[in-house]
């Protein structure tokens, strides 16, 4: 498994290297990429060589910044505890450069920290609303105060469409991870039968042995962030998983960036975000 983990030096970020560190504890073979993108600015009287030298100086300068941030914030007695790489790219577009290098790079999940209250609708509104919008890799929100903590169990909120297949992506981290799958889907019209029996079906294969399915009926008072949150609250699971469209559709309101900047601080937990 390889993931590409963000940072910007500061403690918010400490929460994503610190849930990679629990991953790879959990998962054989895990690689990890720490990765910084920042924008060099260039004096209109300096020429193009020596520009370029600043620059690479710069480079090689936050690399080794970087590599003592990461290990400043995990325990120094396990320091070694993934195949790690640091890397730092001047880029202009932070985002869209981010996204291009985990695709080139194939890594499996991109692993990013949220702000703590106040700030968070603002930050989830531009950089990490940007990530989960138009990345085709699926993006691990952390909240910045995460801790370690070990992973045993994971909701994941279906709208029962096209179950199987996300239930093989799902599948895949829960495997590797060793993590109890709950399948949670609101429902506020009585369910058809024939679905509801190949779900079933579908679910009590060995393939999905960890898994459970659980139907909640729709509280229409409430928003569904509102009964999300209230439902992890209670059960605590240690990450939750859920597919979100880009277009319209059943998480359309859930992740405009006030709802879902919303979700992923008050649930307190990780939430890791499939694109459809």
């Given amino acids: 498994m390889k993931l590409l983990v963000t940072t910007d030096f500061s403690n918010n970020s400490k929460g994503a290297i610190k849930f990679a560190q629990t991953l790879a504890n959990q998962v054989d073979n895990v690689e990890v990429i720490f990765y910084h993108g920042v924008y060099v600015t260039r004096p209109t009287k300096w020429n193009d060589t020596f520009f370029r030298a600043y620059e690479e100086e710069e480079m090689q300068r936050l690399a080794k ?152 009926k729709e509280a229409l008072e409430l928003s569904l962030v509102d009964k999300i949150t209230s439902y992890v609250q209670k059960t605590k699971p240690e990450l939750l998983v859920m597919f979100t469209k880009r277009d319209k559709g059943f998480f359309e309101s859930l992740f405009l960036p006030s709802k879902s900047a919303e979700l992923t601080y008050t649930t307190r937990v990780p939430v890791l975000i499939f694109p459809k």
């Fill in 65 to 216: 910044e970087l590599k003592k941030f990461v290990n400043g914030t995990i325990d120094k007695a396990e320091s070694n505890f993934a195949t790690t790489q640091f890397v730092v790219k001047s880029s202009i577009s932070l985002e869209k450069d981010m996204i291009k290098f985990a695709e080139q790079h194939k890594v499996d999940f991109v692993c990013m920290a949220t702000r703590g209250a106040g700030l968070l609708r603002k930050i989830m509104g531009t950089h990490t609303s940007y990530i989960v919008n138009n990345s085709n890799i699926p993006v691990i929100v952390v909240p910045s105060h995460y801790k370690n903590k070990v992973l045993k169990k994971a909701t994941y909120l279906s709208d029962f469409e096209n179950l199987e297949t996300e239930l093989a992506k799902v599948l895949f981290i829960s495997k590797a991870a060793a993590l109890e799958v709950e399948v949670l889907h609101y429902t506020s019209v009585v369910l058809d039968q024939e679905q509801f029996e190949y779900n079933s079906k579908l679910l009590s294969g060995k393939k999905y042995k960890n898994f459970h399915l659980n139907l909640k």
